[in-house]
């Protein structure tokens, strides 16, 4: 059986909440719901398209802890606080994963925090990408 292997971004949220941003067991990859917060800023921007790519980029360097890629991306769930949100992302969603083609689920929710617009959480496979 492959050994279990948790890494984090040091986010305080993965140390007070007790979770792992990406846990590896063999080749599969889970990588927790990524918010769109800016790390080097510590804020989250109120444009919706800025927090995804703001959780693209958190999603892109978890996964490479893990050595895997977007590429390798099988599963995809979006969170978005509504309709209006899933709009505006619509093309960057097309943009990032067009060629990759992952399953998706997108669901509308209530975040706990107000200026969260969107949540992404994403399942791979190491290696299976193009």
Known sequence: MDKRQNFSTGSHFEEAFGY????????QIFVAGTVG?????????PDPVAQFRNAVATIERSLKMADAALADVVTLVTYVTGSDVME?????????????????????????????????QVSAIAGCGA
Do not use: C, H, M, Q
């Open 37 to 45: 917060l800016d790390y080097e800023t510590r804020l989250i921007p």
């Open 20 to 27: 792992s941003r990406v846990v590896r067991v063999g080749p």
């Open 88 to 120: 505006a992302i619509g093309p960057e969603l097309k943009r990032t994963f067009g060629e990759i083609r992952p399953t998706n689920t997108a669901l509308v929710v209530a975040f706990p925090f107000p200026d969260i617009k969107l949540e992404l």
